[in-house]
């Protein structure tokens, strides 16, 4: 979704929505486009997923993942594993997708159960085949690389997240950037891509422990929040005309409702004081689903182009 005029951070009367379902339909639909060369070159695409258990939203989610790939022509690998499975039993399956030719890219969906070495499992994958792009291998070229980007799968959510403020037109140069979590899947990573020469955000990492958490927060310009704490920011804690992107997802059970509902980071109420921001669910989510599979589409394409 492009946006005729950038996003100001100030004197803005109306947020803009920044929809993610939006701009990831038009990536799958490019990216459908991207595989249909490849085919007419003889080469194939292929997205491996390894789901130990049956968390439930783990289970949607790579469904989800799967669904994705029909609708851009990926070929599908799935191994189900049951959440009994060894660790040894897990390596396997990341051994034999390691090893299949038809996988171009996995991944294997976290959480991991509590008996699992999840490091230990994460940099068993061939970094060429990373396709959530956080093989230590890979987010050490992100830190190696200050001025441009490597040509490595890049960590999808902090991909989308850039993606998505882009496609705002929200300039990131000079602009302070508070990010709440330390987790490998965002909290640890965007940072990297944030304050990357051609971006030049300065950055802050919040966590648990961080001390003044309020005051940091309100003196920023953008604030991602990847926390999965329910509605963790209220408007009082943001200053006027800032950006907010909602990364956190909880499940919480509505009284009212009498079902569980998914909520994120962000009190809807900040939407009336900020410039713009993502809805959750509708924001982040879809974007690092299309950005798995960008991954995988151009890890297909660096093969094809080695072998050519």
Request: proline residues 5%.
């Amino acid at each position: 979704m492009e946006l005729s005029k950038s996003v100001a951070m100030s004197d803005q009367t109306a947020a803009v929505r920044i929809s993610g379902t939006d701009l990831a339909r038009s990536i799958k639909a490019d990216l459908a486009q991207h595989v249909l060369a490849l085919k007419a070159d003889g080469a194939t695409c292929g997205l491996g997923t390894i789901l130990v258990g049956q968390d439930p939203g783990s289970v949607k989610y790579v469904a989800g993942k799967h669904k994705d790939c029909a609708q851009v022509g990926i070929n599908s690998i799935r191994i189900d594993l049951p959440a009994e499975a060894s660790e040894d039993e897990i390596i396997a399956a990341v051994d034999q997708l390691n090893n299949d030719d038809a996988c171009d890219g996995f991944i294997v969906q976290l959480p991991l159960p509590e008996h699992v070495n999840t490091l230990k499992v994460l940099e068993r994958i061939d970094p060429t085949k990373d396709a959530d792009g956080m093989h230590p291998m890979n987010v050490g070229q992100l830190v190696l690389h200050t001025d441009s980007v490597p040509n490595v799968p890049l960590p999808c959510t902090p991909r989308g997240v850039l993606a998505l403020l882009d496609s705002a037109g929200i300039e990131l140069s000079g602009k302070d950037v508070c990010v709440l979590g330390r987790g490998i899947t965002i909290g640890r990573t965007v940072g990297l891509l944030l304050s990357m020469r051609g971006n030049d955000a300065t950055v802050i990492n919040c966590h648990s422990r961080t001390r003044d958490i309020d005051k940091k927060i309100r003196s920023a310009d953008i604030v991602i929040a990847a926390m999965g704490s329910a509605h963790f920011v209220k408007p009082d804690m943001l200053k006027d005309g800032a950006v907010v992107v909602d990364v956190g997802v909880s499940r919480v059970y509505d009284e009212e409702a009498g079902k569980w509902v998914i909520q994120g980071d962000i009190d809807p109420a900040c939407y009336s004081k900020v410039s713009a921001y993502t809805p959750n669910p509708g924001g982040v989510g879809p974007m690092t689903r299309a950005m798995l599979l960008k991954n995988v589409v151009e890890m297909a394409e660096r093969r094809a182009h080695k072998t050519a």
